[in-house]
C-alpha cells in the first residue's frame, strides 16, 4: 500500500470496529480518530509514525 495520509472523512465511520492501516507511509494520524468511539482494532504497524494522538486514550472500546 502507498497510503500517505488517512482520508478526512475517516472520523465520520463511528460505527468503525476495525481499521487496518499497516503496512503503508503514513506518518502520522488525526487526532480525529478519537471520534472512532467503537474501534476496537486499530493496526497501524508497518508505517512511519514517530507519535500518536493523546487523543487515542479515548478509545475505550480498544483491544490489546
Known amino acids: ?8 472523512f475517516i472520523s465520520q465511520l ?17 487526532s480525529d480518530f478519537s471520534q472512532l468511539v467503537n474501534l476496537e ?4 504497524f508497518g508505517n512511519a509514525l514517530s507519535s500518536l494522538p493523546g487523543t487515542l486514550v479515548n478509545l475505550t472500546n480498544l483491544k490489546t
Open 1 to 8: 500500500n502507498e497510503i500517505v495520509e488517512h482520508p478526512s
Open 14 to 30: 463511528t460505527a468503525l470496529t476495525i481499521l487496518d492501516c499497516s503496512g503503508n507511509r503514513l506518518s502520522s494520524i488525526s
Open 41 to 44: 482494532y486499530l493496526h497501524l
